[in-house]
Each structure stands twice: as C-alpha cells, then as structure tokens.
C-alpha cells in the first residue's frame, strides 16, 4: 500500500511540477505528524518524510538539513528507549555498530559529493526519481 501511495505521489509530482505545501506551522505540524504517524506503522521513515519535505519545495540545503536533523532525533529517541528498555546487543552486533556508524558518516560524505553536482532546480525530481523506485521496491516486492 505504501509502495502504491509513494508511486502515486511521484506521478502527481510529474504531472503538477509546481505543486507545493504552503510554508506555515500548521502544514508542518500536520505532515510532521502525520509523517510519524505513517513512519511508525510502516517502519519505512526516510521514503515517508521525503514527500512531505519534498511538499514543501525546500531548496537543497534545507531539505537535506531537514531531513538529517529529524532521522538523528528519531535516531536518538528510538535508541534510547531500547536501551532504558532492557534491550541489549549481543556482541558481535554491538562491533557490527560500531562499524557502521563510521560507514554511514563516510557515506554521507559521498552523498554531499555527489549532491554538489545536481543543480538546484533538478533537485526535486531527482528526489522523486528515488521515491519512485522506493515505491516500486516496496509494491513489487513487500
């Protein structure tokens, strides 16, 4: 249903390249919530958040920032909860962590590197072309 709602909104965004959310605290507290709210019973955050930022028509730095910002506090709380929960690692994931925390800085750095060479204006539909194949991924194959 997800993949068939993410597709849905990559065509409309092809069809209605001017579509955009007005910039005001209301439209964010609604897509936010609604953002964690699909986030939560989907377990999928990143491909939920991105139409709602993409909503917004946010130039490049902002959207990344954004959206960096939201995935480390969820990060975080989710995290923390587990741990003040009980919840422990065995230890061969606990070195697996330690690994790949490193690794997702390292590629972030790529991801900068390669970002620096989209123009701004085709930012956008750059994006969309990813929603596209998450929504693909997630309705071929669920």
Same mark, same amino acid.
């Given at each position: 249903m997800l993949g068939a709602v993410l597709i849905g909104y990559v065509v409309f965004l092809f069809w209605k390249r001017s579509f955009k959310l007005p910039e005001n605290y209301a439209t964010a507290a609604v897509g936010g919530s609604l953002?964690?709210?699909v986030s939560g019973v989907?377990? &999928?955050g990143g491909a939920v958040r991105s139409p709602f930022l993409s909503a917004f028509n946010l130039p490049k730095a902002a959207y990344l920032v954004t959206s960096g910002a939201i995935a480390f506090?969820?990060?975080v709380t989710r995290i923390s909860t587990y741990i003040l929960g009980g919840t422990r690692l065995p230890s061969r994931l606990?070195?697996?962590l330690l690994i790949f925390i490193p690794l997702s800085f390292v590629g972030a750095k &790529?991801?900068?590197r390669a970002l620096s060479h989209i123009p701004?204006?085709?930012f956008r539909p750059v994006i969309a072309v990813f929603l596209l194949l998450v929504g693909a991924k997630l309705f071929l194959f669920p």
């Open positions: 953002s964690g709210l989907f377990g &999928i506090f969820i990060d606990l070195l697996a &790529i991801a900068e701004e204006k085709r």
